[in-house]
């Protein structure tokens, strides 16, 4: 009897042994990823996005009251959750939306005009112009040719691009040696028609032109969608809103 029960105290001592410290620590490192170091570059402000404020109005959902806890460019983008939090910026929700589109804007991804040089009290001026076809060869917007090949309405040899000039320019002056920048979220389209978000086209250039002009909500991620109403209503409400933008550009 003594030795049948040494032997079942052999068989189970295996199975109920403590495991070691230094088997624990194995196992918790393999289950325990390694946190992600924030990232602290802090991003220098562009001619679209100047400061604190118009960066808080841009992104939108009212984070422009948040304006007086950043003092400085540096400390918007310094500045981690728990730090936001003791600061009063309530509720998490809008801590974490800061926190996202302060990455993307680290990370270069702006929104419309983030990337516009030639802006002037947060306004530009977009513009669709003919160059030398030579001249540029990338694409623009929506992966059509930047540069066209030569109709009914355009010089022969030349093509058209997309163009930032100051808001109250009223011509376009080429210079060979300037690289023409390309600019995201607006495109040429119908030939000389220029497409983009934000775009207040201007008179007596038949949409080859617009103002975009920074205001509150422009880069703000939408909650929900709109509804324009049932199928055939939907096709009246955007009919109506054609007509309106080929009348401001008229």
């Known amino acids: 009897m003594a030795m049948r029960s040494w032997r079942l105290g052999s068989l189970i001592s295996p199975l109920t042994k403590t495991p070691s410290a230094t088997q624990q620590c194995v196992r918790l490192f393999h289950r325990t990823p390694a946190p992600s170091a924030p990232s602290s570059s ?3 402000p ?4 100047p400061d604190v404020q118009t960066f808080l109005s841009l992104i939108g959902r009212n984070m422009t009251k948040f304006a007086d806890k950043f003092p400085t460019w540096e400390k918007l983008f310094t500045l981690q ?34 990337d516009l040089e030639n802006v002037i009290d947060g306004a530009a001026q977009l513009r669709v112009v003919e160059v030398p076809v030579g001249q540029e060869d990338a694409k623009q917007g ?11 309405t355009l010089s022969p040899g030349m093509g058209r691009v997309i163009v930032n000039l100051p808001p109250d320019a009223t011509e376009y002056t080429h210079d060979p040696e300037t690289p023409i920048k ?17 775009l207040r086209p201007l008179k007596g250039t038949n ?23 049932g199928e055939r209503r939907r096709d009246e409400v955007m009919a109506k809103k054609r007509i309106e933008e080929k009348k401001k550009s008229a």
């Open 42 to 44: 802090v991003p220098p």
């Open 46 to 49: 562009t001619p679209f996005v």
């Open 81 to 114: 959750s728990r730090e936001l939090k003791q600061l009063g910026i309530e509720p998490t929700r809008q801590r974490r939306y800061l926190l996202r589109k302060r990455e993307k804007f680290r990370k270069g991804d702006h929104g419309p005009g983030g």
């Open 142 to 152: 929506d992966g059509r040719p930047g540069t066209l090949a030569s109709s009914a």
């Open 182 to 198: 390309r600019f995201a979220h607006f495109k040429i389209q119908s030939g000389a028609l220029l497409k983009g978000p934000h």
């Open 207 to 229: 949409g080859s032109a617009a103002i975009l002009q920074a205001c509150e909500g422009m880069w703000e991620d939408k909650q929900g969608r709109k509804i324009l109403g």
